[in-house]
């Protein structure tokens, strides 16, 4: 579902590079788990993903279509959770899910169903004729949740997305991930909670100063250790 | 004091970007420069203009020493207009609150360090816009050796008590309007009546000219019971009174104290009464109606636009103008319009005058030079999204276009009766007002793009002091008034018909090469951004 083949991301005229010679390959119904230590690279390689950042070197295909050359297409297949849920305050919540529904070209049947459903997991329907403005950090989290899965992606890119959450939200966020997967949508998310990442996650990769330093199946790399202490020990 | 400081330098790094500049080519920095020298020179060249007609005039009444006063009531005005619109945001709602109050400052240094923000914003305007004045002052006139310490006194505190009241007035307006859910149309309005008092009185201007000369007594009687600080300028300047200055001195420090001491009571539980929301949170969902794209992108923008009083006024003067010349045209008789419009004044014609006013109208009328920078940190949203950059583009200028020409259009009509134009007068005024709307929103969008400021930490930022806003509305006015200065000049040798079809044929064949530079240029420049 995701190939990630030599990328490299320069920004600006600055002469190191964020992400070094980066290849992956995501599997469908796969959750791959991304995990690095600060400035590692993590959020320079999911924005280049979803296509906010441009591609300095190699290529990134999502569904096997090149986000470089199509990127409208890939991102029609695509949702996308910052680590920070900056939304439009001047709209209400309804406003912002019927947005980005107009965007997908979801249908009215459709999207009323799928907002009801979604904000009643997260127990964010009663706010949702609100304005944004009146919204704490986690509900914002929530509405940019509710609005990546109304249009069922086929590969969702998560940036630190428990972050905000309250435990029940959390739960609920993890159970829909294991369902989407089952239904055969990938996951590819990053995250500093290293317990969730061994709970969640099929596959693993950690990257370090721009370099992928290791990827494999979660219990190849762990062997008979936690994934912090191998953490701990590559990021030494 | 040291605390005082940071927060100051902090506030002035962040405003100008200057640590991104400083790590810019040696040439951009040069070229940035040069561009802002360029413009700074243009302005202050501008100001000496008026400020040396205004000194010829005076003196012919030897009334000399009142053009000091004049320019300090004119910079008195500008100040607290300015302010008015930056207060709320500048003092109360900025995005650093959190940060700072978390932090061990106290509550009085972050309020002195927004205020002197203020302060010190408004004193290089006064600044600018004093000195010509005071240079021609000193040429024209003897002046003692202590004039330019008087001087330097009386600009440094002019900015006090404007500011203040400013902030006090702009904080009521918050106040009043916090609980309702139409606030910022509160605002827009309140703001809107408010500077047309403002414009309304300064109409007055000539006849108080009149009255400085013809009864200086009266004139200094009513600053002194009614704006006394001014009248201790004025003592200063017309007699070189050192207990005036002291006594200036001692009330600005006074009022600056006192409004500190006040407001540093309330200035945490204002800030979070401003931040509070009226919410329902008893929606349920009932029918959600799918619409276009293009269509949602619109609305979104829309909203946006209105949710933003400064946005809004900073681009809907122009339209409010020309809506109140419209419904002041069914009250006032035409010679009185013709009147207030100049038009006799030297060949100008009805028709001229309506075409440099539709210019004037449509160049006020540029949200698009902000429509990048407002979406700063919500920017993810459109690159993350399947949406073309042209169409995100487009949705930008068609805001612009849907601010600027309905209003003007229906204006016009009503004012071919008004002015008594013809078929073809109302037509061309009616190109001149599409195309140049073409021009200046592409052009508002091209700039915007190539100096976006994506950081802001509030509207006021946007919409008021990014490079991109400065440009975009100051460049268009600037080669707008040389050309009508150029045709002032040598109209009497070129037919206005000749002129304004030429005019019309630039301002289309700009639009087209604007349009093709967005479309290549502008889409690159889009995705680089972040």
Redesign the interface.
């Known amino acids: 579902m995701l190939k990630i083949k030599h990328f490299s991301k320069v920004y600006g005229n600055n002469t190191k590079k964020a992400v070094d010679d980066l290849n992956l390959h995501i599997k469908k119904g796969e959750i791959f788990g991304f995990i690095g230590h600060n400035g590692a690279g993590k959020t320079t390689t999911i924005k280049s993903i979803v296509g906010i950042n441009e591609i300095t070197e190699g290529e990134i295909l999502i569904d096997g279509i090149s986000v470089k050359d199509n990127p409208l297409e890939c991102k029609k297949k695509i949702a996308y959770i910052p680590d920070n849920p900056d939304v439009y305050m001047s709209l209400t919540g309804i406003g912002y899910l019927n947005f980005v529904a107009d965007i997908f070209g979801i249908s009215k049947e459709e999207r009323e169903e799928l907002i009801n459903k979604y904000a009643t997991t997260f127990e964010l329907l009663p706010n949702l004729g609100d304005l944004i403005s009146s919204y704490s950090h986690g509900m914002k989290q929530k509405l940019v949740v509710i609005s990546a899965l109304i249009h069922k992606p086929k590969l969702l890119i998560l940036d630190e997305p428990f972050v905000g959450l309250d435990p029940k939200a959390s739960f609920a966020l993890k159970k829909i991930m294991k369902n989407l997967c089952k239904e055969g949508c990938s996951i590819f998310f990053s995250s500093h909670v290293l317990e969730v990442v061994e709970k969640l996650c099929d596959r693993v990769g950690i990257i370090k100063d721009g370099k992928l330093v290791a990827c494999g199946e979660l219990s190849k790399i762990k062997g008979d250790k936690d994934l912090e202490s191998i953490f701990l020990g590559i990021n030494e | 004091m040291k605390t005082l400081w940071v927060l100051l330098k902090n506030n002035f790094l962040n405003t100008f970007k200057i640590n991104k500049l400083l790590k810019k080519k040696k040439s951009k920095i040069f070229l940035y420069g040069f561009l802002i020298a360029s413009l700074i020179l243009y302005l202050l060249g501008t100001v000496t203009f008026y400020a040396y007609m205004a000194s010829d005039f005076l003196e012919k009444y030897n009334m000399l020493p009142f053009l000091l006063i004049i320019f300090f009531i004119l910079s008195i005005t500008m100040t607290f207009t300015f302010t008015l619109y930056s207060a709320k945001a500048g003092l109360f709602n900025t995005n650093d609150n959190d940060m700072l109050f978390s932090m061990p400052i106290k509550s009085n240094t972050i309020l002195m360090s927004r205020l002197l923000n203020l302060i010190i914003s408004n004193l290089l305007m006064a600044f600018f816009f004093m000195l010509p004045a005071i240079v021609i002052y000193d040429i024209k006139t003897v002046v003692p050796s202590t004039y330019y310490l008087l001087v330097f006194i009386s600009i440094i505190l002019l900015p006090v008590i404007p500011t203040i009241l400013a902030c006090l007035i702009g904080y009521v307006i918050a106040r009043l309007t916090a609980k309702s859910n139409k606030k910022n149309w509160f605002e827009i309005i309140i703001s809107f009546i408010f500077i047309l008092t403002i414009m309304a009185g300064s109409g007055y201007a000539p006849t108080i000219l009149r009255h400085i000369v013809n009864d200086m007594e009266l004139v200094l009687k009513i600053l002194k019971y009614g704006f006394y600080p001014i009248y201790l300028i004025s003592k200063v300047f017309l007699e070189y009174d050192l207990l005036s200055i002291l006594i200036f001195i001692v009330i600005n420090i006074g009022i600056f104290s006192l409004f500190m001491f006040i407001l540093n009571r309330k200035y945490k539980s204002i800030i979070l009464k401003l931040g509070e929301?009226?919410?329902?949170?008893?929606?349920?969902?009932t029918?959600?109606?799918?619409?276009?794209?293009k269509?949602?992108l619109f609305?979104?923008d829309l909203?946006?636009y209105?949710?933003?009083p400064i946005y809004v006024f900073n681009t809907g003067f122009g339209q409010v103008l020309i809506f109140i010349m419209v419904i002041a045209s069914f009250f006032i008789n035409q010679n009185k319009i013709y009147e207030l419009l100049e038009v006799n004044a030297g060949q100008a014609t009805p028709f001229m005058m309506l075409a440099a006013m539709v210019t004037f109208v449509v160049f006020m009328t540029d949200t698009a030079s902000a429509s990048i920078s407002i979406e700063?940190?919500?920017f993810?949203?459109l690159?993350?999204?399947?949406?073309?950059p042209k169409k995100i583009l487009n949705s930008k200028l068609l805001l612009n276009l849907f601010i600027a020409l309905p209003i003007l259009l229906i204006s016009l009509i009503v004012l071919k009766f008004t002015f008594i134009l013809t078929f073809i007068q109302l037509l061309v005024l009616m190109i001149l007002a599409v195309l140049s709307s073409f021009m200046i929103s592409q052009f508002g969008l091209l700039v915007n793009l190539k100096f976006p400021k994506m950081d802001a930490i509030n509207d006021v930022v946007v919409v008021k002091q990014s490079m991109s806003v400065i440009i975009a509305v100051i460049l268009p006015l600037v080669i707008m008034f040389s050309v009508v200065g150029i045709y002032g000049a040598f109209g009497s040798s070129i037919n206005f018909n000749v002129f304004i079809s030429i005019v019309l044929a630039v301002f289309a064949l700009i639009s087209i090469i604007e349009h093709i530079l967005l479309n290549t240029w502008g889409i690159k420049r889009f995705?680089?951004i972040?």
């Open positions: 929301h009226k919410t329902a949170s008893n929606y349920n969902i029918s959600l109606k799918p619409g276009s794209i269509k949602a609305k979104k909203k946006r209105f949710s933003s700063g940190k919500n993810w949203i690159k993350s999204l399947p949406l073309e995705k680089e972040n």
